[in-house]
């Protein structure tokens, strides 16, 4: 790896923190940059979840503050989410590679639709469903669903996280957003373990993203509420179908 390839990657990370820190999507950074470098997309797939795990850790520290009084949310939804995934990294590991080369760039595309669609999403089921102080159903089985989803492809898992709590609870955004931060390292951290012992990551690429994102997330989780979440949308979306007409061009 030469030094200009490490420090992109390092960027990546340090950007990727600071954007699942806020909102979610860190991967529409991350990702792009690894296949863009040459890493075949179940690599680059494995070796990010596991470098992204620190850096969803601590932006949930950060949030601690918010954090405070959420315990039995967090034992609830974090139970759902640690499930969902174990499933969604057996079935990244398990499946013949064909298929996550083959679904992933539409699961990008729906990524980068949901981000654009969230604000009116929430707004939407909320006019049909007014919020609770637990989440009723449907939040444990979103957990489960978002948990899975990030188990086997970790782009968007905050932005879905973040649009069921808002759209189930009643609560503070704040707070909402911390609890989409605990809920999303349970599943980035539970992911990393399963690809650590049945996968082959890049370790360095690994440790790249991994640093990065530990000051990526500290640093989104404090200063990253000044951001225009419009611009932010934006620039996801940019990247998001960047990588994914890269995978398309790449199966042609």
Avoid: H
Wanted: hydrophobic fraction near 55%; include cysteine; charged fraction near 10%.
């Amino acid at each position: 790896m030469e030094l200009w390839e490490a420090l992109a990657i390092l960027l990546a990370g340090v950007a990727a923190g600071g954007i699942n820190a806020i909102a979610g999507s860190g991967t529409l950074f991350t990702f792009p940059v690894l296949l863009a470098l040459g890493y075949p997309p179940i690599t680059a797939t494995v070796s990010n979840s596991i470098g992204l795990a620190p850096g969803t850790l601590s932006g949930t520290i950060a949030y601690r503050r918010e954090l405070a009084g959420q315990k039995s949310r967090l034992i609830r939804f974090g139970t759902m989410s640690f499930f969902g995934a174990m499933t969604g990294a057996m079935l990244l590991i398990y499946l013949p590679s064909g298929v996550f080369e083959s679904v992933v760039p539409f699961m990008i595309g729906g990524a980068c639709v949901l981000i654009i669609l969230q604000p009116r999403i929430t707004k939407w089921v909320r006019a049909r469903r007014p919020a609770s102080k637990n989440g009723g159903v449907l939040m444990p089985l979103g957990a489960y669903g978002a948990g899975t989803y990030g188990g086997y492809f970790a782009a968007a898992q905050g932005i879905i996280l973040v649009s069921l709590l808002g759209a189930t609870l009643d609560d503070d955004l704040q707070r909402l957003n911390a609890l989409k931060n605990a809920l999303a390292t349970i599943a980035n951290c539970t992911a990393a373990v399963f690809y650590i012992v049945l996968a082959s990551p890049a370790w360095p690429v690994v440790g790249l993203i991994a640093a990065g994102t530990i000051v990526g997330g500290y640093l989104g989780a404090n200063w990253g509420r000044k951001l225009s979440p419009t611009a932010l949308r934006m620039v996801l979306v940019v990247v998001g179908l960047t990588a994914a007409v890269q995978l398309l061009m790449g199966r042609i």
